[in-house]
């Protein structure tokens, strides 16, 4: 897992590149954004799109552990952090999906196929896919948040006789706000997954389920005390989806959330996303949940 | 704590408990206490234990959820004369949602645990107390509905479903 | 097996009656009866009178919402497991949402006046229903307001 705290420790274990390796990527400067060209955009949502990226000198993609995020500068905009999502074993093209909601990621709407844009990074904690070998993984996705799990979800699948029960649970608020519908409706089909998506409200013609996330879970399908939990979503969504697998028997410490918060630097420098004792850009953002959850409910004052 | 013939009384002309018996309204208020809040005073924390719940006397109170970085999410708004409190009644028992006084309230708490030793091998005092929360939870139940339908109408759900 | 026996074996079987007592359930197969809808069909319309409640063993069923002028919204899906229904505890004692089958569902039937009247006279068994009946309603009620919140976040329509 990328660590700042040992710079010769691998990015992730798809690699045996480290933070000094890939120094000379960053040119020994980890602030400074390497050029990459769209050679796609595709439109997933009304609001939520996907660039898929080379860098533009010709040279490699970094490799990525599922779960880490790169800060996407847009020129004359600014940067934000956002998830990869695409297949930690094919990294030659990198994939971020995106949801316009502010200035920067509105910027990044706007351009187009061949246009460039700025890529700092990976950063960031991988999902414990190699410690949730041999157990069941139950997998809590709402909105968004399937993005920064489907990388886990891509190696899960591809080394699938690691694991036992694998279930993939999503919500969405409405049918046409479902993320990667086709590809959910192709895992669907797999025999040896379970997967099962529900919407918060729809018109008589959607032909699913429609409830909170959380009932999915009353489906059962995994073994509460051999599964790791990976639950990504909004903060809401993410405290009442770990209260249900308490509920089904899940403990924390085998819970693993993915946290958001307002990230600058990245490197664990600038305070901007600290939680606690810990930066979410470098301690996170995917965080066993019993480390986090006295600070989870922090209000601010 | 032997029964309290004022909070007994007090029991009796509250709405939640119209049409039971002041024996069973006695029995009752050795379970309850009589509570104020000022104005912004959080009654009880999402999360926290759900050990007592609430009559409104006087007053208003906030049930929402916080979420960081932003206002708390309103999920209902209760007033004078209406019940506080549901979670105690459903697993894990521990309250859903934050609860602040938006204004100075007073309510009568009950306490769970006592009045689950008044009911537990008492059927009809046990069936009395649940009964008075259904036509609670239905119309709060009702009024969601109707929040989901205006919500409905102003964000133009009906677009095809592709 | 004859019906009756049948019908006492799936109410044993489904989670709302399975951890009553066998004499409070054989009370229940009383006012029970195994019924079976087929997909579009209707269980119940909006403000009809509400005098029973379902056990849903296999199926879908969608509760809608009517709005004028408009497509009927699905406010909730329920499924194998779940109980259809609870207006019948309440005044005025009249559904408030539709009930249509998406799936072929076998359901059964519990009429409301019936046990009405065995409950009247039996504290324990109004007990055993209330006590099972409220956590549903509160589960229902809470999970209401969180599809309503939209934790999502409201999505900024674009061309």
Known sequence: MASLADPSAPLSEYTSLSRQDTGDFFGAEPMLPVPYRIHKRRQELSDTFTL??????GSHSLPFGPGQFNMLYAFGAGEVPVSISGNPANPATLIHTIR?????????????????????????????????????????????????????????????EKYGDVCIYYGARTPEDILYRAELEKWRGQFDLTVDVTVDRATGKWAGKVGVVTRLLARGGFDPLQTIALVCGPEIMMRYAIKSLNQHGVANDRIYVSMERNMK???????????????ICKDGPVFRFDRIEPLFEIRQL | MGPNEELGRLLGEHRFFEGMNSGSCDRLSECATLEQFKTGQYIFREGSAADRFYLIRHGSVVLEIHVPGRDPIVVDTLQAGEVLGLSWLVSPYRWA??????????????????????????????????????????????????RIIDKAKESRLTREVK | MDQREELERLLCEHPFFRSMSPELQREIADCARSERYNAGEYIHREGEPADRFYLIRHGSVAQELRIPEQESIIIQT??????????????????????????????????????????????????????????????????????????????????
Request: aromatic share 8%.
């Open chain 2, 97 to 146: 949602y934050d609860a602040r006084a938006d204004q100075a309230t007073e309510a009568i708490s009950l306490e769970v645990t006592c009045l689950r030793s008044k009911y537990d091998n008492d059927p009809a005092l046990a069936s009395e107390l649940f009964k008075r929360y259904i036509p609670v939870m239905a119309d709060r139940l009702a009024a969601t509905r109707r």
């Open chain 1, 52 to 57: 898929e990226l080379t860098p533009a000198d």
């Open chain 1, 100 to 160: 316009a909601v502010g200035p920067v990621t509105e910027a990044l709407w706007d351009l187009k196929s061949g246009d460039v844009l700025g890529v700092r990074g990976p950063f960031g904690t991988d999902w414990p896919v190699a410690e949730a070998e041999g157990s069941d993984v139950v997998i809590v996705a709402g909105g968004i948040g399937l993005a920064p799990l489907r990388p886990a979800i891509y190696h899960v699948l591809n080394q699938r």
């Open chain 3, 78 to 159: 329920l499924h194998e497991g779940d109980i259809l229904g609870w207006s019948w505890l309440v005044p005025p004692y009249r559904w408030t949402a539709d009930a249509r089958v998406m799936q072929l569902t076998r359901l059964i039937a519990l009429d409301a006046r019936c046990l009405r009247g065995k409950y009247a006279d039996d504290p324990q068994l109004a007990y055993e229903l209330l006590k099972r009946f409220i956590p549903i309603i509160a589960n229902r009620l809470e999970a209401s307001r969180l599809q309503l919140i939209d934790v999502y976040g409201e999505p900024r329509h674009r061309k």
């Open chain 1, 265 to 279: 630097c990245a490197i664990g420098f600038c305070g901007h996303c600290q939680l606690g004792p810990y930066f």
